[in-house]
């Protein structure tokens, strides 16, 4: 999915046009992905391409609807404890499975989201009190920096070095 930037509106607007590109640049660097690809572990973290996205869906679920939404972990749609099983992808799910995991998790985060000002807060206590604000942009955050793993991910199956 593309996203069409937009660079003038509200405040609200330009966040969450941000966030949802980020989001669909993330997407982007799985693409095309053979399921072995997606699987590759080309780095000694748990990172892969899939559970890359695997890993972006369940911090949507951790953020929107477990801390802003208030919802127990067997009322959310997928994994939502902050550990490392957040990366974990199953034999049996595809890489489509899991984008669309993740585009149905960011559609919820979108829904949850628009029940709040930016300025509403509420408080998490690993971080303090929060903004809806700081939330989004927090999650920009995340999903640019996965999206440049991502990317580097990519360059590496689609242009493996000749040098060990």
Avoid at 110 to 138: C, Q, Y
């Amino acid at each position: 999915m593309t996203i069409n930037r937009i660079t003038t509106g509200t405040e609200r607007q330009l966040i969450e046009n941000t966030l949802d590109h980020n989001r669909a640049a993330l997407i982007a660097t799985v693409r095309g992905l053979s399921e072995t690809d997606a699987r590759r572990r080309l780095v000694a973290s748990l990172t892969t391409p899939i559970s890359v996205i695997k890993h972006a869906a369940a911090a949507e679920r951790i953020w929107f609807q477990r801390f802003w939404a208030g919802l127990g972990e067997s009322d959310c749609d997928g994994y939502s404890k902050r550990d490392e099983g957040t990366f974990t992808v199953t034999a049996d799910e595809s890489l489509a499975d899991v984008i669309a995991e993740f585009e149905r998790a960011s559609q919820r985060s979108r829904e949850i989201a628009a029940r709040f000002d930016l300025d509403a807060t509420k408080h998490n206590p690993p971080e303090g009190t929060v903004s809806m604000r700081w939330t989004l942009l927090a999650m920009i955050e995340e999903f640019a920096r996965h999206a440049g793993h991502g990317d580097i991910l990519r360059e590496q199956i689609d242009h493996p070095s000749p040098h060990p």
